[in-house]
């Protein structure tokens, strides 16, 4: 069974541009999550969707992410505009029920 | 929210060692997980411990939900067991995991 796949591994792109990572959770796990950790502090939750809708988004730091999950299946995040301290590792997980998540494993996103 | 303290913060050790990393929550929990960053930065699940213990090889974990920790056993360590190890916790009101920041463990030959 194919785990969570992340894409791109790594991103480097320039302040200003616009950036869309992509997850794909594992088949039949409806809850979605997506994480990241910055500047080498702790991995915080960034938001949830179950099937198609977010459960909850209250990590979203700012209007500059929009995160959708497309048929509740694939999800992406895109950063637009990238800042320099969205740099970063960006992990998605998936999970049935309310269970065990499992990770991806992760976008390297370097904004310079 | 729910708080995660890990400790210690940074462990070195001799190959061969063992080791025990320990993981403080503030709140009860219906997820606790063990992982393991390694170093390409993969976070590779170790445990799934919401509560009592369970042992894989030379790893092992127990969680005291009633006391609120958990503990990380690491035994005869190896090289590879190098990297960053998390614990994440849940609570009942949320889906969302709470990461501590983590035990960098370092092991030489």
């Known amino acids: 069974e194919a785990g969570v796949t992340q894409f791109p591994s790594h991103s480097v792109i320039e302040k200003g541009q616009t950036v869309t990572l992509r997850c794909d959770p594992i088949?039949?796990?409806?809850?979605l999550y997506w994480y990241r950790r910055v500047m080498g502090k702790e991995i915080k939750f960034l938001l949830h969707?179950?099937?198609?809708?977010?459960?909850?988004e209250s990590g979203m730091p700012n209007n500059r992410f929009l995160a959708e999950r497309t048929g509740g299946t694939y999800s992406t995040l895109k950063v637009q505009p990238a800042e320099l301290e969205d740099s970063g590792v960006y992990f998605c997980?998936?999970?049935?029920?309310?269970?065990?998540?499992?990770f991806g494993q992760g976008t390297r996103l370097t904004v310079v | 929210g729910i708080q995660v303290e890990q400790s210690p913060p940074d462990l070195i050790l001799q190959e061969g060692a063992n080791s025990t990393l320990r993981c403080n929550f503030s709140?009860?929990?219906?997820?606790l997980q063990w992982f393991h960053q390694n170093p390409w930065g993969q976070l590779i699940n170790l445990f799934y411990?919401?509560?009592g213990t369970k042992q894989n090889g030379r790893l092992s974990a127990t969680t005291v939900a009633t006391e609120r920790y958990s503990l990380l056993y690491i035994s005869s360590s190896q090289t590879t067991d190098s990297g960053v190890y998390f614990c994440?916790?849940?609570?009942?009101?949320?889906?969302?995991?709470?990461f501590g920041t983590g035990t960098r463990l370092q092991v030489f030959p």
């Open positions: 997980a998936s999970s049935q029920a309310r269970f065990e998540a499992f």
């Open positions: 411990i919401p509560s």
């Open positions: 088949s039949g796990h409806d809850n």
């Open positions: 709140d009860s929990v219906n997820n």
């Open positions: 969707f179950v099937k198609e809708s977010k459960q909850d």
């Open positions: 994440a916790a849940g609570s009942y009101n949320t889906d969302k995991l709470i």
